[in-house]
């Protein structure tokens, strides 16, 4: 028997529920960043300030050890080795990093608030040409795994960057599933379904199973090449607020099917 679901039903979701938990969104990111990024730069700077004073306070300690004066405090060799080789500039780039990402919610997080159309539409069909263009694929048979069937060219109203990474993040998780299992495709194609324009990104590789499922969209952000980036979670939201949506059908061992839908206008 096979097993299958349907992570999303198809039930419209109120406009009013989506407005509020954009805004709860919002007022998380504010959040964060008001209660972290002060914190982040004292760390930064303190950790910078010692760094400076490091080397004649180890230089001291060692003078003490081989003059047996009395230590209050004993450090070990392994303690002392991480911080020659560089534990506080690791801990500086930890700080940049979570910086970085604070400084990265912002213009994600005005362009999920906005629902004001954009300016230039999109094209499906261009889109999942620079997609396919530009991902970093490891070798060709990767990009041979990818066949297209998106007939259908439509367009439709989104930010630039929702498209972009929930694309590169569906070729990501599919590859990824491919190499697991050592089989499977990715087959890209585009419909007219009820009011909505369609992409299908299917892929044949392990499928997903119950829990799998659950979690598919509760991821808000990734890791990409040393980038966070938004997550299929985050690019969902953005879509629902543009009267659109992402579907996950899977058959475990059979496949994967993510059904982007957006509205006909």
């Known amino acids: 028997m096979t097993e299958k679901s349907l992570t999303y039903d198809n039930d419209p979701i109120e406009q009013s529920k989506l407005d509020l938990l954009a805004k709860s969104w919002s007022r998380m990111v504010n959040g964060i960043s008001h209660d972290m990024v002060t914190p982040l730069v004292v760390i930064r700077m303190t950790g910078e300030t010692f760094q400076e004073i490091l080397p004649g306070l180890i230089e001291g300690y060692n003078l003490a050890i081989q003059n047996n004066l009395p230590l209050k405090t004993k450090v070990s060799k392994r303690h002392l080795e991480a911080f020659e080789e560089g534990l506080l500039p690791d801990i500086r780039e930890n700080v940049n990093k979570l910086l970085s990402f604070l400084n990265l919610l912002h213009p994600y997080n005005q362009q999920l608030l906005s629902t004001a159309p954009e300016i230039k539409l999109l094209s499906i069909k261009s889109c999942i040409d620079e997609a396919l263009k530009n991902y970093p694929y490891d070798n060709d048979q990767q990009r041979a ?35 697991e299992e050592n089989r499977g495709e990715i087959t890209l194609s585009t419909a007219k379904e009820d009011n909505y324009h369609v992409l299908h990104f299917k892929d044949t590789a392990s499928g997903l199973n119950e829990d799998a499922r659950a979690q598919v969209f509760n991821r808000f952000f990734s890791k990409r090449g040393g980038t966070i980036v938004p997550g299929l979670g985050f690019c969902r939201l953005a879509l629902l607020q543009r009267n659109g949506d992402i579907l996950c059908d899977s058959v475990k061992q059979q496949y994967t099917d993510f059904i982007i839908k957006f509205p006909v206008d």
């Open 145 to 179: 795994l990818i066949h297209r069937k998106d007939t259908l060219d439509f367009k439709f109203n989104l930010a630039p960057m929702f498209i972009e990474h929930l694309l590169s993040n569906l070729i990501s998780n599919a590859l990824r599933a491919i190499d």
